[in-house]
């Protein structure tokens, strides 16, 4: 049995990591937006050069959100009393109703602020603390999503997801619910159910699925090898706290994917879908695979979750079982293995301690 709330609990959050905070299209140059990541209030904007920042929404002086005052491309302004911020830092530059002869240090005082890069679309920031304190080191770059030719189509999906981040990222890693929830001519249905055996293998914070023939009982992949007429192989990695990898190569064409779910508050997380690929880029199969059918796939998976939801008002613990449960496991264990580091100052025990066949119906 292995807990299912979700809970955003000290323990539980899994701070120093990126997160994305919203796609960069919503963040707009001399306009600041509201956001929200692991229930902290965020002010995100772009400077007069265009680069991003990420401030925790709330004035230090009286917790009035930063978000409904002004911005002059360099410093946020606090509606309520006019203190301005430098946006990168969240440093203090200005208390209008200091005196000359005051001695109140300006300087001294900070807004929270996250570091914030942009990556493939969307404006990341990596979440420190729920403070916003300073970092003493850089944290390291902002997830980049792999990609394999200077060529190549890019296309996102996002959904929100009412459930706890730990129920969203196992159903995201869950091998057997296709065949019932997204039974459909297009993929597969439950005439298809067949046993599968994959290798799986250690990688630092996640494990890899090594790279495989892809499912002979799925739709999207029996075209792809239709288009290039190329074996295909299919790579998949998850890594804490939430990161999803995949990628397809067949010959000299590769679609390659991350999926995020992004915990916002106990109960809501957002999942945000990027793919790029080189298949066949002036024909618009793939484009018209993920932005057409993807949806209707996400969709399903929304309808089980609040269902599943209603069960969990009044069991919040789940059975986890066999083979096809053990991705399950592995990562309430990495999790774990991640906080008993923080504490003890040691290296993570890896739940796995080499390659592991893993067996199920599907």
């Given amino acids: ?24 299209t919503q963040v707009r140059r001399n306009k600041l937006t509201r956001a929200m990541l692991l229930e902290v209030p965020l002010v995100l904007g772009r400077d007069s050069a265009g680069m991003p920042f990420a401030m925790r929404d709330i004035c230090p002086h009286r917790a009035f959100p930063l978000s409904f005052g002004q911005f002059d491309g360099k410093n946020v302004e606090c509606a ?27 300087d001294r005082i900070y807004a929270g602020s996250f570091p914030c890069e942009e990556r493939d679309g969307y404006i990341w920031a ?34 929100d997801l009412p459930c706890g981040v730990d129920q ?20 597969r ?15 630092p914070n996640g494990f890899r699925m090594s790279p495989h023939a892809p499912s002979a009982n799925s739709a999207p992949y029996k075209i792809l090898k239709f288009l290039t007429g190329e074996p295909a192989t299919t790579t998949i990695d998850f890594v804490l706290p939430n990161q999803r990898f995949e990628q397809i190569r067949a010959g000299n064409y590769w679609l390659s994917s991350r999926t995020t779910v992004t ?14 690929w080189n298949i066949l880029p002036w024909f618009p199969v793939v484009s018209f695979i993920i932005n057409v059918f993807g949806p209707r796939f996400i969709r399903q ?15 919040d613990r789940m059975m986890l079982i066999d083979d096809a449960d053990r991705q399950a496991r592995w990562y309430f264990e990495l999790k774990t293995a991640l906080e008993d580091s923080r504490r003890s100052g040691n290296p993570p025990r890896h739940p796995m301690q080499g390659p592991v066949t893993l067996r199920w119906r599907s």
């Avoid at 990168?88 to 240090?105: A, F, M, N, V």
Wanted: charged share 25%; hydrophobic share 40%; aromatic share 12%.
């Fill in 301 to 315: 998976d929304i309808e089980v979750i609040q269902k599943q939801a209603l069960g969990l008002r009044y069991e």
């Fill in 80 to 106: 309520y009393h006019g203190w301005k911020f430098d946006a990168h830092t969240g440093q203090c530059k200005e208390i209008p109703s200091l005196t000359p002869d005051s001695k109140l240090k300006c």
């Fill in 263 to 276: 915990p916002i508050r106990r109960d809501f997380c957002r999942l945000d879908f990027c793919a790029a």
């Fill in 1 to 24: 049995m292995s807990p299912a709330s979700g809970q955003l609990s000290a323990s539980e959050m899994l701070w120093e990591f990126w997160y994305p905070a919203l796609r960069s």
């Fill in 189 to 203: 249905t439950r005439k298809s159910i067949r046993e599968k055996e994959k290798k799986f293998e250690p990688i």
């Fill in 168 to 187: 969203a990222i196992i159903g995201l890693m869950d091998p057997a619910h296709g065949p019932f929830v997204h039974q459909a001519w297009w993929w």
């Fill in 126 to 159: 990596f979440m420190t603390n729920s403070a916003g304190r300073g970092l003493e080191q850089l944290p390291p770059p902002a997830p980049e999503l792999p990609t394999f030719s200077a060529s190549y189509k890019i296309a996102h999906l996002y959904a």
